[in-house]
């Protein structure tokens, strides 16, 4: 009986604390929130970024490649990625730690641009804060060569490179490269059954084919050198500044190293008489042809397709297709004022393609071809003839920065004395095959 009462003696002790202990649960009222940090918020714009959750994002970049050594972050050196995994420290997208950790955002580039390549449309995947302000806050610590274009939720395992199915380049060259010798001026223009031959060659090109003549360190039977061409187009010729240029487009799944420019390079070499008709496709045989590999300037990655994420993400009601139509004026913007400005500029001051020329019989085209080689040798002897005939007077070039000279008929003829004449990079008159012979 004793037993019982203590008992029940605790069990009233109990019964009382219990609303007491049932209290002391209850949360804490909700503080409500002011309308500066509801506003705040609902922009994506906190002040302290570091608490918002990163999600799987594909940023379309464009930016010129003037001054910097690539795309792929390269420690000392000036890159593109460089630039933005800062840029996207300061703008609060990425943590500080992850700063130059790529692996652990989950980074990864569509294509690798080399030094001095540019981009209209490249695109990174990688883990960020996924608010569309972003874009304009990374904008604030770009250089204005560098933009980004957009910003686009995606799947977990989207890969910007993996899942591409084809790129798209764009090659900027003045059209006297394809001028016959004695035409090879700034006065040229392209005329349109030149146009129609060069489409033939670059056609040509499309379909499956072997190219390890069109890129450095690979053997015939290495299967990597399969490659598949969808289109190669030449565009519509312009002029600026008085001299005349065209772009040459080319589509494919994927592209090895310097296979774009020996493409084009092969060609010009083609067209001028260095080669056969036939070259190009000679050139998908075992037998090692020693192709020339058109300058850098002209070449930037002009857009990337995602065809295949597009049918299986893109109507699902949660991801948006990767197509960047909505971004077209800004992108177009974009490479007038900084890509294709960059390209005419340079050319129009250091006549890159010019010097260029000059190399082109140097090189040993049919270097296991000799049934073929004279060919060679008849457009050598033809552009040691056509320096001898040509007499082209040369003018004052207003597009140069050095001082306005006029060139003499003399001067011209001063190489046959085994003289060499003075850099004309004023002259608006090119004398290419003149220069062609002293080399």
């Not at 139509?325 to 490479?335: I, P």
Request: hydrophobic share 35%.
């Amino acid at each position: 009986m004793l037993i019982l009462r203590k008992a029940w003696r605790h069990i009233v002790k109990w019964r009382e604390k219990i609303p007491i202990m049932a209290e002391s649960l209850e949360p804490p009222a909700k503080r409500i929130k002011t309308q500066e940090e509801e506003q705040a918020e609902g922009n994506g714009v906190e002040e302290n970024k570091s608490l918002l959750k990163r999600r799987k994002c594909a940023l379309v970049i464009a930016y010129c490649g003037k001054g910097y050594m690539g795309m792929q972050m390269n420690p000392g050196v000036p890159t593109i990625e460089g630039e933005l995994m800062t840029a996207l420290w300061k703008a609060g997208a990425i943590s500080e730690a992850h700063k130059d950790s790529q692996n652990k955002l989950g980074f990864q580039r569509c294509g690798r641009t080399d030094k001095g390549v540019s981009a209209a449309r490249q695109v990174v995947s990688l883990k960020m804060v996924p608010h569309q302000s972003m874009v304009s806050a990374i904008n604030e610590h770009l250089p204005e060569q560098i933009r980004i274009i957009g910003l686009k939720r995606v799947s977990k395992s989207f890969n910007s490179k993996n899942a591409c199915t084809s790129r798209l380049y764009e090659y900027l060259l003045p059209t006297y490269v394809f001028a016959p010798f004695k035409a090879t001026n700034m006065d040229y223009r392209i005329t349109a059954t030149e146009i129609n031959r060069i489409q033939a060659l670059l056609n040509m090109y499309k379909g499956t084919h072997k190219f390890h003549n069109f890129t450095s360190g690979k053997k015939p039977t290495d299967p990597s050198c399969h490659r598949y061409i969808m289109s190669f187009v030449i565009g519509s010729p312009f002029v600026k500044n008085d001299l005349e240029f065209v772009s040459l487009n080319v589509e494919g799944q994927s592209f090895m190293i310097h296979q774009i420019r020996k493409m084009i390079g092969l060609v010009i070499a083609v067209v001028r008489g260095y080669m056969n008709d036939d070259a190009i496709t000679q050139a998908f045989e075992p037998p090692q042809t020693d192709i020339p590999r058109a300058p850098a300037l002209g070449l930037f990655l002009d857009q990337v397709y995602y065809k295949s994420y597009n049918r299986r993400f893109g109507d699902d009601g949660v991801h948006e297709k990767l197509e960047w139509t909505e971004y077209e004026d800004t992108v177009s913007r974009f490479k007038d004022e900084y890509i294709y400005r960059h390209i005419i500029e340079t050319e129009l001051r250091e006549h890159v393609f010019l010097h260029w020329l000059h190399t082109l019989q140097l090189h040993d085209f049919y270097k296991s071809r000799q049934d073929q080689s004279t060919t060679h040798t008849h457009a050598t002897e033809a552009d040691s003839h056509t320096a001898e005939a040509d007499t082209l007077t040369t003018e004052a070039d207003s597009h140069t920065a050095e001082a306005d000279t006029h060139t003499t008929e003399a001067d011209l003829h001063t190489t046959e004395a085994g003289e060499s004449t003075e850099d004309q990079t004023d002259a608006k008159t090119i004398a290419v095959a003149d220069s062609e012979s002293k080399i």
